[in-house]
């Protein structure tokens, strides 16, 4: 009968720990749950819906390799205390960042589905 117990009971703690890493996997930043499909979807959208559109300060004709690079820069650098000051560093405000205003408390992290959108199109 002990063996019996101790036996149920590592089947459960195994159980349990393989539902946890189940969870945790395809994520692109902790607790999202975001698998990089969808994050690629959603960033490449954000993207144009925001940042290069006929009515943004960028266009379609200047999103290339090398502007994409910038605005990388520059959201990679949106939570260090001293900022590179790359000409795309305004640009990003338009985007919701994790932990930022009120206004953006229930939306994902725009800033980090857009990074991942360029660092996987432009392979940077």
């Known amino acids: 009968m002990k063996r019996f117990i101790i036996g149920l009971s590592a089947c459960i703690l195994v159980a349990c720990l393989a539902q946890a890493a189940l969870y945790a996997s395809g994520t692109i930043a902790a607790g999202k749950g975001i698998n990089p499909r969808d994050a690629y979807t959603m960033g490449k959208a954000l993207t144009f819906q925001k940042l290069v559109c006929p009515s943004c300060p960028l266009q379609k004709r200047d999103l290339d ?11 990679e650098a949106r939570d ?9 560093d305004e640009h990003i405000n338009v985007l919701c960042p994790g932990a930022g205003e009120a206004a953006c408390a229930e939306a994902p992290d725009e800033q ?4 991942f959108y360029l ?4 392979k940077l």
Do not use: F, I, W
Not at 65 to 70: P, T, V
Not at 82 to 87: L, S
Not at 112 to 115: G, S
């Open 65 to 75: 390799r090398d502007r994409a690079l910038s605005l990388k820069n520059s959201l």
């Open 119 to 122: 660092t996987r199109r432009y």
């Open 112 to 115: 980090e589905l857009v990074h």
């Open 80 to 88: 260090e205390a001293e900022k590179p000051g790359t000409a795309d």
